[in-house]
């Protein structure tokens, strides 16, 4: 039997790559929010697999854009931030048969990197296997990338090979977390992710990027546990949208919310959620950091 594998992945990729879809299936359990919006992943997330042979610490970070806010400047800094104690680099992007700026800038990133760099093309289920073949063909020119892995996080295409490759390159050592621990987040924290999907779903995309959720309250209860939660807009002209007419939208994101808290509590929930308005917090650090997002030169 060989010696046991540890270490941490840094996941990068462009926005609404399928990052997040990928960490899930590979965690075989839903850890990261998943939506059709990019720029869905706003924190530094890390996802442990453990196995008889292996630890995989999966970082997830936000996806590389190009920065509009300081809100957004905090999501890039937070993505380029992974990248560097990593002891491997799972880069992600789709089938497309070219290269665009974001996945050019992100190579350029990488090509300087002293870890392995594992490059996993996603979303090949939705295309003919020479657009996947076109496409791993421009990265063979990338010296620097180790191996290339096609894949389907939506349909678990070639996710165990992943795995398997992701494992030869970690390096032998010891588990960082005990065997059934499999993020690093608490339960306001997933609370708080589950409100935020539904309102990505929801809405309309040019809105939920000035959203925050803040959980405000979990009391267990003997029959169930209860919940408040406030959801902040950067616009006045947001809140209305929000809630919907009659309110009407609010009462559907709560009760498609309350749903999947239900599911992860195993447990009855009284959900309870708020609507303020707290104008352009998305540029003002001083709010920022109230809603958790703290640049890392800022932590203590």
Not at 63 to 86: Q, V
Not at 242 to 258: P, S, W
């Amino acid at each position: 039997m060989g010696s046991f594998k540890s270490g941490f992945v840094a996941v990068a990729g462009r926005t609404n790559v399928g990052k997040s879809t990928l960490l899930n299936a590979m965690m075989e359990q839903k850890l990261s929010i998943v939506t059709s919006r990019p720029q869905t992943t706003r924190d530094i997330i890390r996802l442990i697999r453990t196995t008889e042979t292996s630890q995989m610490v999966f970082i997830d970070a936000p996806g590389f854009h190009k920065p509009k806010t300081k809100l957004n400047e905090y999501m890039d800094a937070s993505a380029e931030s992974t990248l560097k104690d990593a002891d491997v680099i799972l880069f992600v992007v789709e089938e497309d048969a070219y290269i665009g700026p974001g996945d050019k800038r992100i190579l350029e990133m990488l090509s300087g990197s002293s870890v392995p760099v594992i490059l996993a093309i996603n979303k090949i289920d939705r295309s003919p296997i020479e657009n996947v073949l076109k496409t791993i063909d421009l990265y063979k020119d990338y010296s620097f990338i180790s191996e290339i892995v096609p894949v389907s996080a939506k349909k678990g295409m070639n996710v165990d090979t992943l795995i398997a490759v992701i494992e030869k390159y970690l390096p032998e050592g010891e588990k960082y977390y005990p065997d059934d621990m499999v993020t690093d987040r608490n339960v306001r924290f997933y609370i708080g992710e589950i409100i935020r999907e539904k309102l990505f779903e929801a809405l309309a995309e040019e809105i939920p990027h000035g959203i925050a959720v803040s959980v405000e309250e979990v009391d267990e209860g003997e029959t169930a546990t209860n919940i408040s939660a406030m959801i902040y807009c950067d616009k006045k002209s947001h809140k209305a949208i929000v809630i919907g007419k009659n309110g009407e939208k609010l009462k559907r994101v709560g009760t498609f919310a309350r749903r999947d808290i239900e599911k992860l509590l195993d447990t009855k929930v009284n959900l309870k959620v708020w609507v303020k308005v707290r104008e352009d917090w998305t540029d003002d650090p001083n709010e920022m950091k109230k809603f958790g997002y703290l640049a890392e030169e800022d932590e203590s």
